[in-house]
Nanobody, 119 residues
Framework: HVQLVESGGGSVQTGGSLRLSCAAS????????MAWFRQVPGKGREGVAA???????TYTDSVAGRFAISRDNAQKRMYLQMTSLKPEDTAMYYC??????????????WGQGTQVTVS
């Protein structure tokens, strides 16, 4: 299994920025496609951004132009740079990975999450 650990969450004011990190260990070759999801209490997980091994990216409409996903395959890390944060971005953010193309939001491996609060 790919083990994923998120970091970088916290509290920020509206308009501020945060950078989330996801460290992967073991079986990095299974992480062809990696993504960030978020979830608020009472709602399902929402796919926020995804990136494949060729660094091609996909964003959900609500974060396009404000968030940037990236990955460093040598360091086995993925990042989410979040700017112009809004209160509606408040959520638990999860790192996810799976083998294969980034052609849907169905992922195999998950981290434990890191909380982002925007006020």
């Amino acid at each position: 299994h790919v083990q994923l650990v998120e970091s970088g969450g916290g509290s920020v004011q509206t308009g501020g920025s945060l950078r989330l990190s996801c460290a992967a260990s073991r079986l990095w070759y299974n992480a062809d496609c990696m993504a960030w999801f978020r979830q608020v209490p009472g709602k399902g997980r929402e796919g926020v951004a995804a990136i494949d091994n060729n660094h091609r990216t996909t964003y959900t409409d609500s974060v396009a132009g404000r968030f940037a996903i990236s990955r460093d395959n040598a360091q086995k890390r993925m990042y989410l740079q979040m700017t112009s944060l809004k209160p509606e971005d408040t959520a638990m953010y999860y790192c996810a990975a799976r083998r294969g193309y980034c052609n849907n939001w169905d992922f195999t491996y998950w981290g434990q999450g890191t909380q982002v609060t925007v006020s």
